[in-house]
């Protein structure tokens, strides 16, 4: 990056400024639910209170950022997540990792949002 060139913004800023994001993923942990590069999601800023179980959630590894689902709430702000199209499990995420949370996905146009019975169904077969 260059002087001339405009800093780009990190999800942190972003989420802090609007308190929410929407950008398209890449990589395939989410599949089939999302398409990489395809789709389209929002992301809203996490609030004080926990996740839920089948959350899917923006959080920070390092300097990566993951968006993954929430299998399993546990004590002490610890979760257990999963990418839909993984077989291992992330135990060690807290509630200081979580950025956001998504709100919906936008495919082709159409807004799919997360109590959509078409999306709960896939959940609960997923």
Request: aromatic share 10%.
């Amino acid at each position: 990056m260059n002087d001339s060139e405009p800093k780009r913004k990190t999800f942190e800023e972003i989420l802090d400024e609007n308190g929410y994001l929407v950008y398209t993923n890449v990589g395939y942990s989410m599949m089939p639910l999302l398409r990489q590069r395809r789709d389209l999601i929002e992301i809203r800023k996490k609030g004080p209170e926990r996740c839920r179980k089948y959350d899917v959630v923006l959080y920070k590894r390092g300097d990566k950022y993951i968006l993954h689902r929430i299998l399993e709430v546990l004590p002490e702000g610890r979760y257990v997540i999963a990418g839909d199209h993984n077989t291992f499990l992330e135990t060690d995420i807290t509630d200081e990792h979580i950025l956001g949370v998504m709100t919906k996905v936008i495919r082709a146009g159409k807004e799919i949002t997360m109590d959509a019975k078409k999306y709960q169904a896939y959940v609960h077969m997923w």
